[in-house]
């Protein structure tokens, strides 16, 4: 089929058109007919309500497979992983000859949802957005998770059921994936959970798309993600007393060097950001935690504090390279300041991963988003986020990134705060979205594989 180019007048950075046919256009509009906000607006209220913090999720999983099983003809399933955690599938199948395409998204939130383990470090209370139990207020729904993930989840839901409802003859096959472990975190209590475990075995254990869509916060469409690497810095210095004399010849404050080099480190990030940012990434970092002492002996000062960080890393950026400018930097930091003695270590690694922008999955998700927006895709801001579609692209499979926008418009304020409207979704925006995937999956699920570079 020919091709023609649809050129931004600002950015320079084209689309591949390659419109529907008449049949197609018929198909897509019978499907979003079919979409609906207030069946979008049930299952995100139930799904708020059900705890999945990371290494936990096997009660919301089998709650979505469950949900799917009923709403897309019984061809859903959990996929349990162990006792506490697992993932939902769900399937279409085409008439053969054409491709699989996975709709993904996590299914874990950032917090446990529980007083008790969240404070006083998520803040000084947790509001009605960080705890599991969903409310909704108009079309603006409320609770932990409600923006990311489980609006994604609950989206992406809408649009497989509505495309069953729809009866599309699909050529080929539709495949739902959500999974637990999509946070970018290490959750020691649950066999070290995280850092995208969920995914990986989903897509080790018969899930083997041609080509996968991942739903995340941003309303633009995206070919890269950056991965992450965490570093450990170890400030030493002598076990000390409170009635020690200031100055007291051997004594060294490893609390006191930690805050100086927490300086040094935080100054040097913004160039590290500066250095490596290329394509559609900037792969920012920050100091997320740190750690020295006995609480309960506030009379004797640590002999060691920990410094903790997460520095993103760009497709094009290897860890071990991350590692070596890390290296570097510490070395530099090293000689400004002698007297502190530390040492370091990288405890965590994901690499970016990356998708040709002119591979099919990719333009028939920006052709999807620029019929929804009407305008031109255009290059979009530079992203900093890790998601599961960094390791979906690193297992072989072309990803294409695809939000909502984020936070709400009409949010409130006081849920701007901190990670911002995390735990706040406005349904027409998700609808909005929902158009958006529609389209790519009508375009791709609809021709034989010849026709998608197959």
């Not at 959500?178 to 995914?199: K, L, Q, W």
Request: some cysteine; overall charge neutral.
């Amino acid at each position: 089929m020919a091709t023609e180019q649809k050129l931004d007048s600002v950015t320079g950075q084209a689309t591949t058109q390659n419109p529907l046919s008449e049949e197609q256009e018929r198909w897509y509009s019978e499907a979003c007919a079919r979409l609906h906000s207030e069946r979008l607006k049930r299952f995100l209220l139930q799904l708020i309500d059900i705890p999945s913090p990371t290494g936990a999720e096997a009660r919301a999983s089998a709650f979505v497979a469950d949900y799917l099983g009923r709403h897309l003809g019984g061809r859903a399933w959990y996929q349990p992983i162990n006792e506490e955690t697992g993932n939902a599938v769900g399937e279409m199948r085409g008439r053969g000859g054409g491709a699989t395409l996975l709709l993904y998204a996590p299914i874990d939130t950032h917090l446990e949802g529980d007083p008790a383990k969240d404070l006083p470090w998520a803040g000084p209370v947790l509001r009605p957005d960080m705890l599991p139990k969903g409310y909704a207020d108009g079309e603006m729904v409320f609770g932990l998770g409600a923006a990311n993930p489980k609006c994604m989840v609950a989206t992406l839901g809408e649009v497989a059921i509505a495309l069953h409802e729809a009866a599309i003859p699909l050529t080929g096959d539709l495949v739902l994936g959500f999974a637990g472990g999509g946070m970018p975190v290490n959750i020691a209590e649950r066999r070290n959970y995280g850092m995208s475990d969920g995914v990986y075995h989903l897509l080790t254990r018969g899930v083997a798309p041609d080509f996968a869509i991942i739903m995340k916060p941003v309303w633009r469409v995206y070919a890269e993600e950056p991965g992450m690497c965490w570093f450990k810095i170890a400030v030493r210095g002598t076990l000390g007393y409170a009635g020690i004399p200031r100055g007291t010849p051997g004594y060294r404050d490893s609390v006191l060097d930690a805050a100086e080099l927490i300086k040094q480190i935080d100054a040097w990030i913004p160039e590290y950001t500066a250095h490596n940012t290329s394509g559609e990434i900037a792969p920012e970092g920050h100091i997320a935690a740190v750690r020295g002492g006995w609480p309960e002996r506030p009379a004797f000062p640590s002999a060691t504090t920990e410094i903790f960080l997460d520095l993103r890393c760009n497709p094009r950026t290897s860890p071990a390279e991350v590692k070596a400018q890390f290296g570097e930097a510490m070395r530099v930091i090293q000689a400004r300041h002698p007297g502190v003695e530390f040492e370091w270590e990288m405890f965590g690694a994901c690499p970016g991963g990356a998708t040709d922008i002119s591979n099919w999955i990719v333009q028939s998700t920006r052709r999807g988003w620029e019929r929804v927006e009407g305008r031109a895709h255009g290059v979009p801001p530079k992203l900093g986020g890790q998601t599961d579609g960094a390791l979906i692209r690193r297992l072989g499979i072309p990803c294409a990134r695809i939000g909502f926008p984020w936070p709400p418009r009409n949010c409130p304020e006081e849920f701007k705060q901190g990670l911002g409207g995390m735990g706040v979704a406005w349904v027409p925006d998700l609808m909005k979205a929902a158009r958006a995937i529609m389209y790519a999956v009508i375009d791709t699920l609809t021709r034989p594989r010849a026709k998608l570079g197959l």
